[in-house]
Structures are given as C-alpha cells and as structure tokens.
C-alpha cells in the first residue's frame, strides 16, 4: 500500500530548511505519496521546485487558513492544509493506501513508515516529546489499546497527537463526511470521531506502543524579521526582487 504523507507547511524562515529535512527523510521510504500543503494564497515556485528535486511523487497544494481564524488567541495551525489535503484525496476518489498526518518540523525514524503501511482501519504510536510529560502515548493492555497516556487530556475521547496515528483509507472512504474542524487543541479528536472509531478497533504500533518512532520536534523562532517578497515574485512571474 501507499503511504499518503500529509504535511501542512507555512511561509516563513524556516520554512526551506524544514522541508529539505523532512524530504531527505522522505527520499528513503518505497511507495510514499507526499501531500504537501502550504499555508499561502499563491503556489510558491521555489516551494515546487525544491520538492521536484526530491525525485518523490508529491502535490504541492495552497491551502491558506481563512483569515477569520488567524485573528483568533489560538489558531487552528495547520487545519486549512490538512482539509486541503483531504479534499484533494476525495476529489481523485483514492481509497487505497494509508493516510498520515507529518508536520513540516517534526521528527521520523524509518521504522515508523513499516509499522503504519500496514494499517486496517487506524493505528496508533507513542510521539515523543509531547507536553508536559515528554510523550504522548496509547496504553497497551494484551496487545489493545485501553487508556492513553497524555498531558492534556482536556475531555478528549483520544488524547492524542496529530503525528501519533494512520488512517486506511478504504476505511475513511466510508465516511464521506469525514472532516477536521478549525478548533485549536480538539483537531485529533475531532477527526477520529468523524471516522466513528472505537477504541476496542485501534492497532497498537510500535511494539505495542512502547518506542518512539516520531518526535514532536521544534525549531527555535528568531525574531530576525522575515523580508517580505512579493507573491509575483514567489509565483514566478516577475523575475525581479523589490526589498
Ligand atoms: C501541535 C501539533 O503537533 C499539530 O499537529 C497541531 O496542528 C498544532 O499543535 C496545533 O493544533 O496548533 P505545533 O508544533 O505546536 O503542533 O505547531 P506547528 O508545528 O507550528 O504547526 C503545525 C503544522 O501546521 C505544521 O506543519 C506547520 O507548518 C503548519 N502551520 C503552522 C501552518 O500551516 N500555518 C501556520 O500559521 C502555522
Ligand atoms: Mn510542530
């Protein structure tokens, strides 16, 4: 099967580097579909270009958060680009292959893609270095999950991290009205509820939940300011640089 890797991404400093990595991570799994979606009204040719080059299958998407929601305390990161992605996997009817949420700047051992290839309905894994206890994990009792082990539990029926589960695809394709909501901290939650999973049905990975294969890693933000390039130029229509 497929592997769908999803990955939202945004414009800013970081942003190049962050993808070279996780490309370079990427150029080693067989059989990986990369989703890209960018947080950003116009397609970054530099973006595309940068992403060809990897020799991966990939579809760079724009996908901008509606700006509603980038005015509120805590913003829905990333909720744009993942329905962008989901739309496009609706669009092209895809129900075969396995479906994976990889934040741009997070942290992949290789060995997670041969646990979730392998995907019946959902799967789930520990994320390393998640809140305040530094991992976020299901709890395995005789090979099932019972419990799940996290820092923010906040009344959530999964308590879990965007980058510690998969999804069938020919599972999802049962519920069309599958979706992922704009509200911050409940997005996990919220999808797999949308996809009716019981938890008497989730596959425990990675030796029954007790190694890390993905961590929730992230890059220190400077507050050197960001030169501010004109979309023509991002889009490739002019080819001069204004600062
Ligand atoms: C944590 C979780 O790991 C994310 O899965 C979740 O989406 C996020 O919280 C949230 O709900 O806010 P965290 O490291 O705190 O992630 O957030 P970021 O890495 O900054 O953002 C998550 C993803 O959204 C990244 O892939 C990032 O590139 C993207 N993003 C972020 C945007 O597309 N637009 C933004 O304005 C900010
Ligand atoms: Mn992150």
């Known amino acids: 099967p497929t592997i769908y890797f999803v990955t939202p991404t945004y414009p800013r400093r ?30 970054n040719k530099r973006l595309d270009k940068l992403l060809d080059n990897f020799g991966i299958p990939y579809i760079l998407l724009s996908s901008p958060m509606p700006s509603i929601y980038r005015s509120q305390k805590t913003i829905p990161r990333g909720v744009s680009n993942r329905r962008a992605a989901l739309a496009w996997i609706k669009y092209n009817n895809i129900k075969e292959g396995v479906l994976y949420f990889g934040d741009d700047d997070n942290t992949f051992d290789l060995r997670l893609f041969s646990e979730i290839r392998y995907t019946q309905r959902v799967s789930m894994f520990p994320v390393g270095l998640i809140g305040d206890y530094s991992i976020s994990s299901p709890i395995v009792e005789n090979g099932k999950v019972v419990a799940f082990f996290d820092s923010w539990p906040a009344k959530r029926k999964f308590p879990v991290d965007m980058a510690g589960f998969a999804v069938n695809l020919n599972y999802m394709a049962k519920f069309p009205n599958s979706t992922m909501p704009f509200k911050a901290g409940y997005e996990e939650d919220a999808f797999l509820k949308s996809i009716e999973l019981k938890i008497n049905e989730i596959e425990p990975k990675a030796k029954d939940c007790t190694e890390v294969y993905v961590w929730h890693t992230q890059t220190t933000k400077t507050k050197a300011p960001m030169i501010k390039i004109s979309n023509d130029v991002l889009s490739g229509s002019k080819t001069n640089m204004h600062a």
């Open 14 to 43: 970081e942003q190049i580097a962050e993808l070279t990595r996780l490309g370079q991570t990427l150029m080693h799994v067989q059989n990986l579909f990369w989703i890209v979606a960018d947080d950003s009204d116009i397609c």
